[in-house]
T-cell receptor, first 111, second 114 residues
Framework: SQQGEEDPQALSIQEGENATMNCSYKTSINNLQWYRQNSGRGLVHLILIRSNEREKHSGRLRVTLDTSKKSSSLLITASRAADTASYFCATVLTGGFKTIFGAGTRLFVKA | GAGVSQTPSNKVTEKGKYVELRCDPISGHTALYWYRQSLGQGPEFLIYFQGTGAADDSGLPNDRFFAVRPEGSVSTLKIQRTERGDSAVYLC????????????FGPGTRLTVL
């Protein structure tokens, strides 16, 4: 079964607003990654945060990780219509490279 | 090539038939993953290769599914006696372990079992 759970399942915002998506997981991880997917094909890696890191930035993206709560959040600032996509968190389990994806958050950014 | 490629892009087959799905990873990437994605769901881990060997095949749903990577590059996912429930998009990803396991995904093969 999928380990990651994302919240919300869907999010609709206006262009220029910020979008926050959350991910929770169950077991010990090596790192956590966020991916974007357009039109149900071809995932694109956005950002990776290691288990010993708490926050990371990349352009308009900000990721946090709280290993005590087994949760992560992805913040997209100043959203654009082109950010409309599905966003998935993926956890790489400790001791290996098995990667477990959540069910995703579907983001709609209205122009 | 510049990215991960998968062939065919679409495959329609009949229940009970055998299919092979191919993945060409990014040159030099030692790690290769297969996932299956159903509509509205996240990718479901199937198998992970490190070089030629399957380091973790715990996601393969049953013994009808098998994957190989004989020379540590191209991989083939094989499905025997296909069932309608096998219909999904099959995604392949490759990774260089020096990049902290960032995975580069191919466009996927959409398998439809009639």
């Amino acid at each position: 079964s999928q380990q990651g759970e994302e919240d919300p399942q869907a999010l609709s915002i206006q262009e220029g607003e910020n979008a926050t998506m959350n991910c929770s997981y169950k077991t010990s991880i090596n790192n956590l990654q966020w991916y974007r997917q357009n039109s149900g094909r071809g995932l694109v890696h956005l950002i990776l945060i290691r288990s010993n890191e708490r926050e990371k930035h990349s352009g308009r993206l900000r990721v946090t990780l709280d290993t005590s709560k087994k949760s992560s959040s992805l913040l997209i600032t100043a959203s654009r219509a082109a950010d409309t996509a599905s966003y998935f968190c993926a956890t790489v389990l400790t001791g290996g490279f098995k990667t477990i994806f959540g069910a995703g958050t579907r983001l709609f950014v209205k122009a | 090539g510049a990215g991960v490629s998968q062939t065919p892009s679409n495959k329609v087959t009949e229940k009970g038939k055998y299919v092979e799905l191919r993945c060409d990873p990014i040159s030099g990437h030692t790690a290769l993953y297969w996932y299956r994605q159903s509509l509205g769901q996240g990718p479901e881990f199937l198998i992970y290769f490190q070089g030629t060997g399957a380091a973790d095949d715990s996601g393969l749903p049953n013994d009808r599914f098998f994957a190989v990577r004989p020379e540590g590059s191209v991989s083939t996912l094989k499905i025997q006696r296909t069932e309608r429930g096998d219909s999904a998009v099959y995604l392949c990803a490759s990774s260089s372990l020096t990049r902290n396991n960032e995975q580069f995904f191919g466009p996927g093969t959409r398998l439809t079992v009639l």
